[in-house]
């Protein structure tokens, strides 16, 4: 894209950039890629007729009238959310807020966006309405229809073309940015939702379902919420850019990781869970051992990252290890195992993160602020919810595929990657038992560990603890992803040349630091594709869960949708819209892979 | 720290270093690759300041022994004590040594992933445990000593291979060692780039660094070693000064290998 500059390397400039090849007008590239040869036409002839008639074909599945498209409209809320009661539908609206807000705030922190010339946004509406009117004729529509999708088609391209005369040239060219191009689109969409018509449906709420009184334009249940929630993504974008231009880069960004993270667990289990505390037993028992917990690991935390503190620290941590791993044997509130398991991680890792009293402070901020999620995670996974819903749990649909994917996702990543080195650990204990681990996992199929883990895994727990379905299935999931994502990392581990191990140790480096520092960067940077695409593949079989009666977005679409009585027989309209759906989501972490790719310039250096 | 007045070409430095520490003692050192023996009862004293040049034909266990000193290869008999910390399986013992040492390689070996001053300035700041500010301070110098301030925001695939290897010179300054390993630092670079490099080596023998040097170059040798070792099959054949080893070597394989390569 663009032309060549002249290369540098070092202070010397090596060469001239080559004559640019000029560009090919239309019909001459017509001429000379399409049909240089007889083969060539002959082959680009019945190329297109096949593309014809394979477009006009699915054009005839999609606007055939007897399709039961309305059954995929009217039921947009059972594919997003189930059967999350009206009534407390705010709290979706709340959680999509959230989500856009800091979706605004880290597009303009970031930087996201980029300068787009009008000529190429002319250029692509012009092709929009050539496909619109090739859409047109293909299609079977009335005769009405027709001319009036044509129309539109002519009114799109006309648009184009009058962006692209009015575009400029070289210097003088007008440029977009691509974020603008983004918002209009939106407004586009959230602008139709008040024309368009669609209808409104509830299920199970009532067994009789019952759509809205005006068939005509979206319910009063979307198109406010959605004009609203484009105008706090907007809104977000500027407080975004402002807060970037008056504040420090690097604490901004910190801060919004940090968001970012919180957020998924914070909206499920809080918000749209809503789980209702018993003050008392908060205040009675939970309280006191977060506070006897977060005020004792401080302190030994303090005690352990001073760097004069050596072998002895090391000892207490392995001892606070086998004392955590003690309390599994005894009857015990679960809260107590767990936060002792955790501080003796953070026990064992106090030495890497020794040094002078600033670097203390944030070790143990650190520790309180990852026990006070932990503990309150847990206790409201333990509280029963406001939230009542007949069937299971709390939320189905959309967001419950999003949910296990990114929790997913999430956990299995640091899992995955701390298996992948103890996979290619020198201590023979770690190797053993992450080689099996990871060998005896891969081994089992996906389904066979969700059923596992949904069924027998309430067998196994002690009495008084209860772990829903769903959480238990998220662990098995992570477990799996775990184990197949550390085969990635460790393909990416073995790409590191022995001389960066050498060079890390040759300037002192621990083990730990080398990993960190310089192993793991140049690891995953190399490893970004197979990671993608296992994220990309942990998204879609979400799907699976329906094998334990969690109703995910196909799951709906494929049963549920066509077992109501007035849409019976539209199983693929529906399973369409799913696989769109899905589709979209996986396209972008696609193309948030190759932007990633390019940013840490793989391939490059 | 730059040289303005190139001093005379010499044959070495004459110095007395008699009464100099021993910075590095190898006593009897024997290290075997499976059944290959690479290293053959290796005993030599260096001392502070010194500028030891090794040279011998491949294979001769230059770089393995180079590499012993830091413990980037274990041997398996003898003792290695390096300013005074002898070097066995203790793991204190190593990082001590491993933090007195640095050590500049064939292929460079930078950071790919990061820009040149965190490349010289990672180490001080995380294992000396310096603030980031006063660390990329100390990098901007070394990087200027070495003569290129100008790269420190590139990353080290845009540089060239002499200013690669001067970067990894700074990046093992940066620990401020008291000793200086070499192991064939130029032999991967073109001719107009090994000037660039030798002469930042000179100039930091000069200043007083204790070197050991593994290297082809011979004007090198002769100009700034004190002694020079020759290693054949993993054994030092003849150890001298530079005029005494290349005007009159004594041992007979010394003498054919210098009729091969001068």
Known sequence: ?605 | MTDATPAEPTSGQTRDLSRARDMIVCEDVSKWYGDFQALDKVSATIKEQEVVVVLGPSGGGKSTWIRCINRLEIHQEGRIVVDDVELTNDLRNIEKVRSEVGMVFQQFNLFPHLRVIDNVSLAPIWVRKKPRAEAEEQAMALLERVGIPEQAHKYPGQLSGGQQQRVAIARALAMEPRIMLFDEVTSALDPEMVKEVLDIMKTLARSGMTMMVVTHEMGFAKEVADRIMFMEEGQIVEVGTPTHFFENPTEDRTKLFLSQIL
Not at chain 1, 226 to 255: C, E, H, K, Q, S
């Open chain 1, 1 to 605: 894209m663009g032309e060549l500059s002249s290369v540098t390397v070092g202070d010397a400039v090596l060469y001239a950039p080559p004559p640019e090849t000029p560009k090919l007008p239309p019909r001459e590239w017509v001429k000379e890629n399409l049909f240089s040869s007889p083969f060539n036409s002959v082959l680009t002839f019945v190329t297109t007729i096949i593309l014809l008639a394979v477009f006009r074909g699915f054009l005839s599945f999609i606007f055939n009238p007897v399709r039961q498209w309305d059954s995929t409209a009217t039921n947009m809320q059972l594919f997003m959310t189930r059967a999350y009661p009206d009534e407390q539908y705010i709290r979706v609206w709340f959680c999509v807020a959230v989500i856009l807000i800091l979706t605004g705030v880290s597009m303009a922190v970031w930087r996201a966006g980029s300068a787009m010339p009008v000529a190429g946004v002319g250029h692509r509406l012009l092709a929009t309405g050539a496909l619109l009117a090739l859409l047109a004729l293909l299609a079977p529509f009335s005769a009405s229809a027709t001319v009036q999708w044509l129309v539109a088609a002519l009114a799109v391209a006309a648009i184009g073309q009058a962006l692209r005369r009015s575009a400029g040239k070289g210097e003088d060219e007008r440029t977009v940015s691509t974020l603008t191009v983004l918002v209009v689109a939106l407004a586009g969409l959230v602008a139709s939702l008040w024309v368009v018509p669609y209808g409104h449906h509830t299920y199970i709420a009532k067994r009789v379902p019952r759509v809205l009184a005006e068939p005509g334009t979206v319910a009063l249940t979307t198109k406010l919420p959605w004009t609203i929630m484009l105008l706090i993504l907007v809104a977000a974008y500027f407080a975004g850019r402002l807060m970037r231009d008056r504040l420090p880069t690097n604490p901004i960004r910190a801060t919004l990781l940090v968001l970012w993270l919180l957020a998924p667990p914070v909206l499920v289990y809080l918000v749209l869970r809503d789980p209702d505390f018993d003050m008392g037993h908060v205040l009675g028992t939970d309280l006191p051992i977060f506070l006897a917990y977060a005020i004792g690991g401080a302190a030994l935390l303090s005690w352990l990252t001073r760097p004069s503190t050596g072998e002895t620290g090391r000892i207490v941590a392995v001892l606070i290890l086998l004392v955590g791993f003690c309390t599994f044997l005894t009857p015990m509130r679960q809260v107590v195992r767990i936060d002792m398991l955790l501080l003796a991680a953070f026990a064992l890792a106090a030495p890497t993160f020794a040094g002078g009293p600033r670097a203390r402070k944030r070790y143990a901020v650190g520790w309180l602020g990852v026990l006070g999620m932990t503990s309150w995670l847990i206790t409201s996974i333990n509280t029963p919810s406001t939230v009542k819903v007949p069937g299971g749990f709390f939320i189905g649909g959309f967001t419950i595929t999003l949910m296990v994917a990114i929790f997913t996702i999430v956990f299995s990543f640091p899992l995955g990657i701390a298996l992948a080195l103890a996979r290619t650990s020198s201590m023979p204990i770690f190797r053993q038992l992450a080689t099996g681990f990871i060998e005896i996992v891969r081994g089992i199929p996906l389904i066979t560990i969700l059923i596992f883990f949904s069924i027998m895994v309430p067998l196994f727990l002690p009495r008084g603890m209860h772990l829903d379905e769903v959480t238990a299935v998220v662990i098995g999931y992570v477990l799996f992803s775990s184990a197949y994502l550390a085969e990635n990392v460790r393909g990416g581990l073995q790409s590191v040349t022995r001389g960066q191990h050498e060079a890390a140790e040759a300037v002192g480096m621990t083990t730990a630091q080398k990993t960190v520092f310089i192993v793991l960067p140049q690891a995953l940077r190399v490893s970004i594709p197979p990671l993608v695409g296992h994220c990309i593949g942990v998204f879609k079989e979400t799907s699976l869960l329906a094998i334990i009666g969690v109703f995910d977005v196909l799951y709906i679409g494929r049963i549920v949708i066509p077992g109501q009585t007035e849409f019976m027989g539209s199983t693929r309209e529906n399973v369409l819209f799913v696989s769109v759906i899905y589709w979209i989501f996986a396209y972008q972490m696609s193309k948030a892979s190759q932007r990633l790719e390019r940013r840490t310039g793989l391939g490059e250096r």
